[in-house]
């Protein structure tokens, strides 16, 4: 069972560039979350879905954008990468609910140059 | 600004001893609360959660218990192993569609 699966696992950017970061899960859960680690900072939810189709904002959005056209996947995209968007990237998935424990990728660390 | 703080950023105990891992909160609507621990370049794992109309949650070695009225919750491991040296995640709820996070406690066990 490959559960949350994160890919590039490493990638380095140049300020400007635009990338996506792949999410796959193989659990059927309804919902997805993107989340970017910084030091001093723990986990802050940049982009949230509850359903293929369905996407709304986290409490750090923007220079992000979501898109969830199937219940498996959830690629986050940088449009126009920028130094500060450096971090470690952490998609999870689970069912709908407050008590429901999300399942975690292993993430994705970008660095801006 | 932070809605779920975790002021102590890192912890040592002796292995057989009592863990305690604290986190406070700022919003009185969060109702659900969980703990993740996380191993280095791996992502958070769930550990144990608690409902808000419940003051304590048990799980083997692992008790979790909240004080409303303080806005405060605390992870007790017992006794304490040298496999449970992590960071420890407290996170929150309200209406369940989005969970907020702490800073994270790094908890060493020391054999």
């Known amino acids: 069972n490959a559960g949350v699966t994160q890919t590039p696992k490493f990638q380095v950017l140049k300020t400007g560039q635009s990338m996506t970061l792949q999410c796959a899960q193989d659990m059927n859960h309804e919902y997805m979350s993107w989340y970017r680690q910084d030091p001093g900072m723990g986990l802050r939810l940049i982009h949230y879905?509850?359903?293929?189709?369905?996407?709304d904002q986290g409490e750090v959005p923007n220079g992000y954008n979501v898109s969830r056209s199937t219940t498996e996947d959830f690629p986050l995209r940088l449009l126009s990468a920028a130094p500060s968007q450096t971090s470690v990237y952490f998609c999870?998935?689970?069912?709908?609910?407050?008590?429901?424990?999300?399942?975690f990728g292993d993430g994705t660390r970008l660095s801006i140059l | 600004d932070q809605q779920v703080k975790q002021n102590s950023p890192s912890l040592s105990v002796q292995e057989g001893r009592i863990s305690i891992l604290n986190c406070d909160y700022t919003n009185s609507m969060f109702d659900y609360f969980l703990w993740y621990k996380k191993y280095p370049a791996e992502g958070p794992t769930f550990l144990i959660s608690i409902s808000s109309i419940k003051d304590k949650n048990e799980d083997g070695r692992f008790t979790v218990f909240l004080n409303k009225s303080a806005k405060h919750l605390s992870l007790h491991i017992v006794p304490s192993q040298p496999g449970d040296s992590a960071v420890y995640f407290c996170a929150a709820s309200a209406l369940g569609n989005q969970f907020y996070f702490g800073t994270g406690t790094s908890l060493t066990v020391i054999p």
């Open positions: 999870a998935s689970g069912r709908q609910g407050g008590d429901q424990p999300q399942h």
């Open positions: 879905s509850v359903g293929a189709g369905i996407t």
